[in-house]
């Protein structure tokens, strides 16, 4: 069993991705973490995204909560003053004004002239990512790693939802509903990626994948994560595990690609049509855009390799997918294709 390494609470937090990992004095910084809701009938989805944005100053930092309704495409970001940002020292648990955020709970109070949403949701059955002393997350050893512009956390790839939202009037029941967690860290998002994650499958399954042109120091290279919880275990792939991308294509709303390693090849195809514009960081501000559905489709064939060739062991579509596409110079496929 993992036991977590006596040290300072800075470098302890890294152990533990899903808590706040930054400083409400730092600078050109931002955090956020994700919450995708899908009803029990599918036929509402929900991206709500809180988190912390820190320009050059005070006057251009604030707190914000961003919200998207991938069934009718409707965006609201609402922000706060930087100061009604708070978030626990020792667990995952964030506080936007009279908004509550942790991996257990969601209570959104927005109350705004064009927008009111309030209302409770409770998480259970959890499904976390295993934790190891040198790989605590997604980002496996690469959460060490200094200056990088942009970390990644998975803090659950499926779970359930109990309770209901108030939108404008309108009480939406996400009993029984589906969810997943995430969230993004640092300064930047890349300039090139793609990224999709579904929990709507046939058989309970979850999967999620991140390709992105890192930059580093006085270099770039293009690397990528992903996780798949399929019949209770839990595969990564990811350049920090050895597996490499073989084949990779963008065409508008599509991606398709493979991915192998020495025990493994996965084939994914996906699709993420009528992509809306959100905000996304840039050197802290969140001043960027990027383009996500949340009625994509993500098609899985995932074969156990062998002496007599490769042997079909899952396949499915999942549903609900959210998609984002963000490689309009063809920069992935230029790297991939090398």
Known sequence: MFKQPMMLPRLRKLWHPERFQGSKTSRHYFEGWYYKLVDAREQHRLAVIPGISLGESEEQSHAFIQVFDGTTGDFTYVTYAAVDFSAARDAF???????????????????????????????????????????????????????????HGVVSMNHRINGSLNVDGETISFQDGRGYIEKDYGHSFPEAY????????EEATSFMLSVARIPWLWTA????????????????FATYTGARISRFSTAPGRVSLSIVDN????????????????????????????????TGTVHLRLFERGG??????????????????MDDDGVLSEDLAE
């Open 221 to 236: 290279f293009t690397g990528f994560l992903g996780a798949l919880w399929h019949d209770g275990r839990i595969i990564r």
């Open 93 to 151: 648990e964030v506080s936007i004004a009279d908004s509550l955020f942790s991996a257990r709970e969601m209570a959104l109070d927005i109350d705004r002239e064009d927008r009111r949403i309030t209302g409770t949701l409770r998480f259970d059955s959890l499904v976390s990512l295993p934790r190891r002393f040198f790989s605590p997350g997604i980002m496996g050893w690469y959460t060490f790693v200094p200056f990088m512009e942009c970390k």
């Open 263 to 294: 025990r493994y090849r996965l084939d994914v195809e996906a699709r993420g049509d009528d992509a809306v514009s959100l905000k996304s960081p840039r050197q802290g501000g969140m001043t960027g855009r990027i383009q996500e559905t949340l």
């Open 308 to 325: 007599n060739g490769d042997h079909l062991v899952f396949e499915g579509v999942g549903r609900n997918a959210g998609v984002e596409i």
């Open 194 to 201: 793609i990224w999709m994650q579904s929990n709507h499958f």
